[in-house]
């Protein structure tokens, strides 16, 4: 069964960084497309980066492109979002998502 599980939430004011991290289990961590999304309080759900195993292509939404970097680390089975110069409408639940399935989330609050 394919488990996800987020951290390295926290509460930061704005101009800050975190980095969250996903750990992936009950899959080949050589064939995959993860994706991180988040959802803020009274909105949808959004995907705001993916990467994929294949060719390490990547994907940004515009309102993270040039702030936020998604990597992986495949000896850790380990998807990483490293954000910067965080804003306030940043804050949020933040998902990692892969085959189907979620993790449990970790939050985000940024403070301005």
């Known amino acids: 069964e394919v488990q996800l599980v987020e951290s390295g939430g926290g509460r930061v004011q704005a101009g800050g960084s975190l980095r969250l991290s996903c750990a992936a289990s009950g899959f080949t961590f050589d064939d995959y497309a993860i994706g991180w999304f988040r959802q803020a309080p009274g909105k949808e759900r959004e995907g705001i980066s993916c990467i994929s195993s294949g060719d390490g292509s990547t994907y940004y939404a515009d309102s993270v492109k040039g702030r936020f970097t998604i990597s992986s680390d495949n000896a850790k089975n380990t998807v990483y979002l490293q954000m910067n110069s965080l804003k306030p409408e940043d804050t949020a639940i933040y998902y990692c998502?892969?085959?189907?399935?979620w993790g449990q989330g970790t939050q985000v609050t940024v403070s301005s």
């Open positions: 998502w892969a085959f189907g399935y």
